[in-house]
């Protein structure tokens, strides 16, 4: 124990004035008469003992009443467990992201009590101490020493944020910082499992570093998020009928019932359903997208969790503006089935040349390729075409009326490939509906589906997994996986040899070829926590400034390469939602963006944990946060020590009244 004032102890000499009082009352003798001293000596002898007693025993008492009394103006302390700051700065990380808004043990959410705590540190330290305030923003402001009234001022103004940051991120940040010698830092956080991540930094190293760990105890609660959320056919086009799935994860100890989750496309409600999910399980939901959804469409997923709120919107973005890409090599100029079929320029961007006028550097700008009717494929054509394979890209061959399969052999590499033995017009079979690849093609299945014809000119076999057959169950046309993907007829389109472009199973089925040549685009959302992303856009040029338009106008950094367009994320001054993309005066797509889900993954690191992962040096210690009052004295015990001037107050009062009661009743 120590005296803030210790010079005060010489006031401890007013304790000889009872004393001296006291002397002179014992030495006063007082002389009573009387007639026979017989009886009375006994008494006499007993009453000076105890007028003797009560004398000693009210002198103590005062003695104890003016000592206690000058050691409280003397303020006595317990030394503080830890030096406050001497010519150190004082570097605050508050966690702010979104799983902070959740309630902590006094009914406020943590982040508030994290604000209340910084304030208490602050006033606990001297008054020329310098703070940097960090948050998951990494914010400008966070990069110079601020004052106290400074530090205070930007507590104000602190809200949640979309980022969410690991340790590993928030010491290297403070590590970089130029300004902090020997910082003493106080590093706030709820600790989450999935976002923290516990590392043994070089900072916790660094012994003249002294890091403060402040654990935001959260209520237990359940939550439910959004795990994905993926289209049936992510490769559909506009107007074709879909699935979309939607994926939920409870995160709770608890099992949710009957969930309500609703489906909003362009803000009109599209769709509702209800599901249940057991604790720490993910359930699956869907909604039928039947309404032949075309251009830019903002879809909204959304539910009622209570009490996590901050996850229970999704966005997602369904766009069908990009148009697939076909190129045709035919043998003749005039206009072939191809053509037409993919004549909607709605959908499709249609390209024909001729064997002999084909650039094969155009090749790499298709989605789908048709080699048609050509009567051999050259070496130069099937090195390009094989290149082209090789990059997971799409090719469709209808052979010549008079096919060298010997090319075809060398080209396709498919050793079952010869000329069909019987030439003879046959009826194609019905399709198996339960091939993948006529998933959502057919709204009916109807067995009276009349079919086409063909005559075989090419025979690979029987090909059970054939999109197309014969009744007699050779294929008429397969799929083959070389790299990419080679679609094969069997016979030519041409007349005299089938009436398959003439059916109306022949758009559905070349439709389909098509979307599934389609390349990955646009994503149907993403997350605040990339960095960058890319987006086809076919018709703007390098010079054109591209903007991201919410609530607020944003130009990122940004650069064209091709058809592609590369943008940095600034995730700082964004937020979850929606986000036209807007070039000169046209909005050319929409992109959604979410939270990064392993923010509602609401585990905890306890103490425990933490002291397993970073050790016990000398150099870190751990806060109590479960109270507010509980922080605030340990705060004071650590920095400011254990002020006793109370106690010792109550102890002079409490002799002062013995004194009084002495008085009053000892007889």
């Known amino acids: 124990m120590s005296f803030l004032y210790p010079s005060f102890l010489w006031a401890l000499a007013v304790l000889s004035i009872p004393v001296i009082i006291h002397l002179f009352n014992f030495k006063r003798t007082t002389r009573v008469y009387f007639s026979n001293t017989r009886f009375l000596k006994k008494v006499k002898e007993s009453t000076t003992a105890k007028r003797k007693l009560k004398h000693y025993l009210i002198l103590l008492s005062r003695l104890l009443f003016l000592f206690f009394l000058v050691i409280t103006f003397c303020q006595p302390i317990i030394p503080a467990q830890e030096e406050a700051v001497n010519h150190r700065n004082v570097v605050f990380y508050l966690d702010n992201s979104q799983s902070m808004s959740i309630r902590g043990g006094d009914k406020q959410n943590v982040l508030d009590a994290g604000i209340d705590f910084i304030q208490q540190i602050v006033d606990a330290f001297p008054a020329d101490a310098r703070y940097r305030l960090v948050t998951n923003d990494f914010a400008p402001?966070?990069?110079s020493l601020k004052s106290k009234q400074e530090t205070l001022e930007l507590l104000t103004q602190l809200r949640l944020s979309p980022i969410s940051r690991s340790m590993e991120e928030v010491l290297d940040r403070i590590r970089q910082s130029h300004d902090d010698r020997n910082p003493e830092i106080f590093y706030i956080s709820d600790f989450q499992k999935s976002t923290t991540g516990l590392v043994n930094n070089d900072v916790?190293?660094?012994t003249t570093v002294r890091l403060h760990l402040v654990p935001m105890v959260q209520e237990a609660s359940s939550n439910v998020s959004v795990d994905s959320v993926y289209l049936d056919n992510p490769f559909a086009?506009?107007?074709?009928?879909n699935v979309l799935r939607i994926r939920l994860r409870n995160n709770g100890t608890e099992s949710e019932d009957q969930l309500q989750v609703k489906l909003t496309i362009n803000s009109i409600q599209a769709g509702t359903a209800s599901i249940s999910i057991a604790a720490g399980g993910v359930g699956e939901t869907s909604f039928d997208l039947t309404t032949g959804l075309s251009g830019l469409n903002k879809a909204e997923i959304s539910f009622n969790d209570f009490p996590v709120l901050f996850d229970n919107q999704f966005f997602v973005a369904l766009n069908f503006t990009d148009k697939i890409r076909v190129i045709e090599i035919k043998n003749t100029a005039a206009s072939t089935p191809i053509e037409k079929v993919f004549g909607n320029t709605n959908v499709f961007t249609y390209r024909g040349f001729t064997e002999d006028n084909f650039n094969y550097s155009l090749l790499k700008e298709a989605d789908l390729v048709v080699v048609n009717g050509l009567q051999d494929i050259g070496a130069a054509l099937g090195a390009a075409l094989r290149e082209y394979l090789n990059n997971n890209n799409t090719l469709f061959i209808a052979p010549g009326a008079a096919v060298d399969v010997a090319s075809y052999q060398a080209f396709l590499q498919i050793g079952s490939l010869g000329m069909a033995s019987k030439r003879e017009m046959a009826e194609l079979d019905r399709p198996e509906f339960s091939n993948p690849f006529f998933e959502n093609v057919f709204e009916e299945r109807s067995a009276s589906l009349v079919?086409?014809?063909?005559?075989?000119?090419?025979?690979?076999?029987v090909d059970r997994s054939a999109i197309l057959k014969f009744k007699n169950e050779t294929a008429f046309m397969s799929r083959f996986d070389q790299g990419g993907s080679i679609y094969l007829l069997a016979a030519p389109l041409e007349t005299a040899f089938t009436d398959f472009y003439n059916n109306a199973i022949f758009v559905p089925v070349m439709y389909?070829?098509?979307a599934s040549g389609r390349k990955a685009t646009n994503k149907l959302y993403y997350t605040?926590?990339?960095?960058?992303i890319?987006?086809?856009m076919d018709s703007v040029n390098a010079d054109t400034q591209v903007r991201l338009i919410n609530e607020e106008e944003i130009i990122p950094d940004q650069r064209i390469v091709g058809d592609r367009l590369f943008m940095d994320i600034p995730k700082f001054t964004m937020k979850a939602g929606f986000y036209n993309v807007v070039a000169g005066s046209d909005t050319v797509n929409v992109i959604a963006f979410n939270l990064e889900k392993a923010e509602s993954m609401l585990d905890q690191y306890n103490v425990t944990d933490i002291k397993t992962a970073l050790g016990t040096g000398d150099n870190i210690t751990i806060f109590d946060?479960?109270?507010?009052?509980?922080?605030?004295n340990e705060i004071k015990e650590r920095y400011l020590g254990t002020p006793l001037w109370k106690y010792a107050l109550i102890l002079a009062l409490l002799f002062l009244a013995v004194e009084i009661l002495l008085i009053r009743f000892l007889k």
């Open 204 to 206: 916790l190293k660094d």
């Open 528 to 532: 605040l926590a990339e960095n960058f």
């Open 625 to 632: 946060s479960a109270k507010a009052g509980a922080f605030s």
């Open 451 to 461: 079919m086409p014809k063909a005559i075989p000119l090419l025979d690979w076999g």
């Open 237 to 241: 086009a506009g107007g074709e009928k």
């Open 141 to 143: 402001f966070s990069n």
């Open 512 to 514: 389909r070829v098509a």
């Open 534 to 536: 890319n987006l086809r």
